[in-house]
T-cell receptor, first 113, second 115 residues
Framework: GNSVTQMEGPVTLSEEAFLTINCTYTATGYPSLFWYVQYPGEGLQLLLKATKADDKGSNKGFEATYRKETTSFHLEKGSVQVSDSAVYFCALSDRSSASKIIFGSGTRLSIRP | DTAVSQTPKYLVTQMGNDKSIKCEQNLGHDTMYWYKQDSKKFLKIMFSYNNKELIINETVPNRFSPKSPDKAHLNLHINSLELGDSAVYFC??????????????FGPGTRLTVL
């Protein structure tokens, strides 16, 4: 079945450091891929998405590229800020599975000033 | 202005009680969902309705019963609450088939604590 595996947290970085959160997936067909972010005490928000191979999603300085050959969708940001502290979820949507989104286990990111 | 709203935000109750959580979306979406997030932040889908029809029903105890009176509302009723039901419950909505990506919009969550 479909699944998403992302790196375990917590990840702690200093402000302005480079961020990578790894995400790999297993899916039949051609899923859409997402990164969602959950700030403390809030619901999830879509951060970025990619719907086909080699697409790059980007938003708020974050980027992720849909790599079919390595079944990966790693999240990167060149210079993190304290306000980026949150839990990040990698997810996939398989169009054949009745609108279901499969979420990874989440990675907690903490940024030190 | 709120796109997906849930009430209540916090719910504290005793074991054995029955409680309901309400969800409303004003985005005009045709599909709504309930998710459960445990203390380790793991997010698991419970139910999904499309145009008031149940389309996803994961392995959830039958003490949980969703109800969708119209496509803008999806409520969750829980009977005979147990300690293990303590979690944050998120409602979400999307427009099925409108885009390739099936983006879901989440509510702020309801933190349920069973004592």
């Amino acid at each position: 079945g479909n699944s998403v595996t992302q790196m375990e947290g917590p990840v702690t970085l200093s402000e302005e450091a480079f961020l990578t959160i790894n995400c790999t997936y297993t899916a039949t067909g051609y899923p859409s891929l997402f990164w969602y972010v959950q700030y403390p005490g809030e619901g999830l928000q879509l951060l970025l998405k990619a719907t086909k191979a080699d697409d790059k999603g980007s938003n708020k300085g974050f980027e992720a590229t849909y790599r079919k050959e390595t079944t990966s969708f790693h999240l990167e940001k060149g210079s993190v800020q304290v306000s980026d502290s949150a839990v990040y979820f990698c997810a996939l949507s398989d169009r054949s599975s009745a609108s279901k989104i499969i979420f990874g286990s989440g990675t907690r990111l903490s940024i030190r000033p | 202005d709120t796109a997906v709203s849930q009430t209540p935000k916090y719910l504290v109750t005793q074991m054995g009680n029955d409680k309901s959580i309400k969800c409303e979306q004003n985005l005009g979406h045709d599909t709504m969902y309930w998710y459960k997030q445990d203390s380790k932040k793991f997010l698991k889908i419970m139910f999904s309705y499309n145009n008031k029809e149940l389309i996803i029903n994961e392995t959830v105890p039958n003490r949980f019963s969703p109800k969708s009176p119209d496509k803008a509302h999806l409520n969750l009723h829980i009977n005979s609450l147990e300690l293990g039901d303590s979690a944050v419950y998120f409602c979400a909505s999307s427009q099925r088939g409108a885009a390739l990506s099936n983006e879901q919009f989440f509510g702020p969550g309801t933190r349920l604590t069973v004592l």
